[in-house]
């Protein structure tokens, strides 16, 4: 065969055998607003270095896409880090960590003999800069496994050697840049000319690789920092190291070895001297009677008010709850949004003036009826729910817009203390692959929804996006107000959720949109190995997930 003939929409051109997906991109790059990043061939996702083998169909994802946004920021951090050997000098380097997200930037911790500073950042930078300019290809090889336990125990990729010892694929990936050979999760761009936009900066002891949002790949943003969310996130990290798991591998070694039962009491435990420290700092303050909390979806709100209700109580407060939801106007009041559906996660959604009304009458001492939201007629009750604050009496109230002082504009400032909770996942792949913490919190909601609803995993990826779009507007925005932070990822808990979530994600066909979505989860998981979660405590977060929980949620 000489030639293959490619299908592009409603166009069908004949390319020379050995033509590859980014050359045909080339023809087809005015139909896209941004570069193009992955090809689809007849319905495979392909990295644009690889060559169609035969005649079909191809459908291109460019930068704003997801698959494509991640590709983007994968490919930097290879740059980034063959910046640093050729800049620092790989014997000056002990470890170089990717830690995790912060904002528009990722974190990276550093070990060894230099010393992180502006002008250092500005080498990399101008490093990484040189690497872009001149195209410099990325070239994937397929290396048998045990070759490639080799090429990393040479390289003192110790984190890689354990996360091998626990895959099944004898064969594995790897990518050279300029021969700096690493191994990364999921598609990677073809040369480094693709990325244009970054910087990196000096921030808390290491570096921040600062990139552009998914929705505007051509637009490089100021890094704005999250002191707060940064702090938490290193917490959960001296937690994983104290504990003795950095990177999945660690985390299936400590499952292999037995010592899993003891590692998930030491987490838990860790977890809820976090919650009383929270509930000491309340009760210091007198005046408050508010107690807001708000969060991302799954992130454990309800089980962690449960939890701090109780340690609240060995204070001597008396925590009632009370759910936000319970004050969205009737049905019919509902804001629509750009699709004419109703929008339940605008604030106009919420009765903001009797919520306001309600809560100062009770700040007055009032006896105040709550009333509770009907979700089937769509309307407010009134079923004889009455509260009326005594001196030891605290509101509990979970809701999105919590945080948000619009929400409560009307009370008094020192009668609130604001929660923030997520699911701020640290726990690594290995040293250059993090875990993007909305996938842990999709994992937790699928197998939620799975276990309470009977909801398929191909209906929460595809509800997903409107999720994360609620999120961004109404939860993000206010979180580094927050009095206090709470991060509810345990660091065992993707392996306890894998046996519940991956025989549902199997369930997504190939003609489902989400089967591409779907497929990657998948193969996140596979890094794992399941645990038994017999023994998880029934009061533990990570039970509203998988079920057993002694609370009601």
């Given amino acids: 065969m000489d030639f293959v003939n490619i299908q592009v929409g409603d166009v069908t051109k004949e390319y020379p055998w050995g033509t590859t997906f980014e050359v045909i991109g080339r023809d087809f790059k005015d139909n896209y ?34 698959t494509g946004h991640r590709s983007y920021k994968r490919t930097a951090t290879l740059m980034f880090m063959k910046a640093c050997s050729d800049v620092i ?181 860790l977890q809820e001297r976090s919650i009383g420290e929270i509930a000491k700092d309340i009760a210091s303050r007198k005046g408050v009677k508010f107690i807001m909390i708000a969060g991302p979806s799954s992130s ?43 929008n339940f996660e605008c604030l106009e959604a919420i009765d903001v003036k009797l919520f306001n009304d309600d809560m100062n009458k009770l700040l007055a001492g009032e006896r105040v009826e709550i009333p509770t939201f009907n979700f089937k007629i769509g309307a407010r009750e009134y079923k004889g729910n009455f509260k009326q604050l005594g001196p030891d009496d605290v509101l509990v109230i979970e809701g999105i817009h919590a945080l948000n002082d619009k929400m409560s504009e009307t009370l ?30 999709l994992i937790r909601r699928m197998v939620r929804d799975f276990r309470t609803r009977g909801a398929s995993a191909k209906r929460t990826i595809g509800m997903w996006p409107s999720v994360r779009r609620g999120e961004e507007e109404n939860i993000f925005p206010y979180q580094e107000t927050a009095d206090a932070m709470f991060n509810s990822a345990q660091i065992y808990e993707i392996a306890a959720l894998k046996a519940i979530a991956e025989p549902i994600l199997y369930g997504v066909t190939p003609e489902d949109p989400e089967y591409f979505e779907a497929k990657r989860l998948l193969k996140l998981l596979e890094y794992f190995l399941c645990m038994d979660t017999t023994n998880l405590p029934n009061n533990s977060i990570v039970r509203e997930f998988v079920g057993g929980s002694c609370f009601n949620v």
């Fill in 412 to 441: 008094p400032v020192e009668s609130k203390y604001k929660i923030y909770i997520s699911a701020l996942t640290t726990l690594n792949i290995d040293e250059h692959n993090c875990i993007p913490t909305t996938d842990a919190r």
């Fill in 300 to 342: 454990g709100k309800t089980s962690f008010s449960h939890r701090l209700s109780v340690q609240l109580r060995t204070l001597g407060l008396k925590p009632h709850p009370i759910a936000v939801d319970d004050y969205f106007v009737n049905r019919a009041d509902t804001p629509l949004d750009e699709d004419g559906n109703y």
């Fill in 89 to 269: 000098g790989d014997e000056n380097i002990e470890k170089i960590k990717l830690e995790f997200s912060v904002n528009t930037g990722y974190y990276f911790s550093c070990e060894g003999k230099f010393e992180v500073t502006d002008k250092l950042a500005a080498e990399i930078q101008s490093r990484m800069k040189e690497l872009s300019d001149n195209c410099v290809p990325i070239i994937k090889k397929s290396r048998p496994l045990e070759e490639a336990k080799e090429i990393f125990a040479m390289q003192g990729m110790e984190d890689k050697l354990k996360l091998c010892k626990y895959r099944r694929s004898s064969v594995i990936n790897l990518y050279d840049l300029d021969g700096y050979i690493d191994y990364y999760y999921g598609y990677m761009l073809p040369n480094c000319g693709y990325v244009k936009h970054f910087e990196v900066l000096v921030y808390k002891g290491g570096f921040i690789l600062n990139m552009p949002r998914r929705k505007t790949p051509d637009v490089l943003e100021a890094f704005v920092p999250l002191d707060k969310v940064f702090d938490t996130m290193i917490k959960a990290t001296e937690w994983g190291d104290m504990l003795g798991i950095d990177t999945v591998g660690d985390l299936n070694e400590c499952i292999c070895s037995g010592d899993i039962d003891d590692m998930v009491l030491v987490q838990e435990a």
């Fill in 33 to 66: 607003k941004n570069d193009i990043a992955i090809a689809v061939f007849n319905g495979k996702m392909m990295e644009l270095s690889k060559t169609p083998d035969k005649d079909g169909s191809v459908e291109f994802l460019d930068l704003s896409s997801g």
